[in-house]
Nanobody
Framework: QVQLVESGGGLVQTGGSLRLSCVAS????????MGWHRQAPGKQRELVAAITKESSTDYANSVKGRFTISRDNAKNTVYLQMNSLKPEDTAVYYCAAGRSGYWPFWGQGTQVTVSS
């Protein structure tokens, strides 16, 4: 049973923008914090941005000022607006849901490629 579905990835040039979306099942969305993680080839998966149920946000230092996470509680959707993209942002981006740093629910991932 698919519970998190991402969309919005693609190929963009350096300096461009993309917006990722993740639709979650209602029960998961209202009970959990939401996060965007990414994994580049040969690297560990890292947390990029997170948003609590109360909409408090946190970001990795590498994306602060460029990425914005938000959630629409009416649509069970979390977004990641990515601006000023760099080649090092190239990765598979995953939506996840969880609490206290534990992320038990994951989407299938969406590829983001930033060309130089």
């Amino acid at each position: 049973q698919v519970q998190l579905v991402e969309s919005g990835g693609g190929l963009v040039q350096t300096g461009g923008s993309l917006r990722l979306s993740c639709v979650a099942s209602r029960s998961i969305f209202i009970s959990n914090n939401m996060g965007w993680h990414r994994q580049a080839p040969g690297k560990q998966r890292e947390l990029v941005a997170a948003i609590t149920k109360e909409s408090s946000t946190d970001y990795a230092n590498s994306v602060k000022g460029r990425f914005t996470i938000s959630r629409d509680n009416a649509k069970n959707t979390v977004y990641l607006q990515m601006n000023s993209l760099k080649p090092e942002d190239t990765a598979v981006y995953y939506c996840a849901a969880g609490r206290s740093g534990y992320w038990p629910f994951w989407g299938q991932g969406t590829q983001v490629t930033v060309s130089s």
